[in-house]
């Protein structure tokens, strides 16, 4: 079993940063695929980053790639991820997911555990 649980989210302007941790319990963790998904308010729940127990192979969605950069520090049990230069459609709820298979995957449904989310909003 796996418990993951977010923080670091809170409100900032547009072009600032924000740096989301996902704390992972658990021995598995550091064999574990991880990602981070977001649902914007009556949005579906979309696809951000994700990184294979290794660190590589690692995925980006095209809407924050050059922006946002996954890392994770296995000694820590934490998963990361950097945002920089957000944008007001970046608000939404993130998610950190852990996927028993190793390799990173962009498909929501091969992830086993979910955070329960932190709340991040942009302002213009």
């Known amino acids: 079993q796996v418990q993951l649980v977010e923080s670091g989210g809170g409100l900032v302007q547009a072009g600032g940063s924000l740096r989301l941790s996902c704390a992972a319990s658990g021995r598995t963790f550091s064999t574990y695929a991880m990602g981070w998904f977001r649902q914007a308010r009556g949005k579906e729940r979309e696809f951000v980053a994700a990184s294979s127990w290794r660190g590589d192979p690692i995925y980006y969605a095209d809407s924050v790639k050059g922006r946002f950069a996954i890392s994770r520090n296995s000694a820590k049990n934490t998963l990361y991820l950097q945002m920089n230069s957000l944008k007001p459609e970046d608000t939404a709820v993130y998610y950190c997911?852990?996927?028993?298979?190793?390799?990173?995957?962009?498909?929501?449904?091969?992830?086993?555990?979910w955070g329960q989310g932190t709340q991040v909003t942009v302002s213009s």
């Open positions: 997911a852990a996927a028993k298979g190793s390799v990173a995957t962009r498909q929501e449904y091969e992830y086993d555990y």
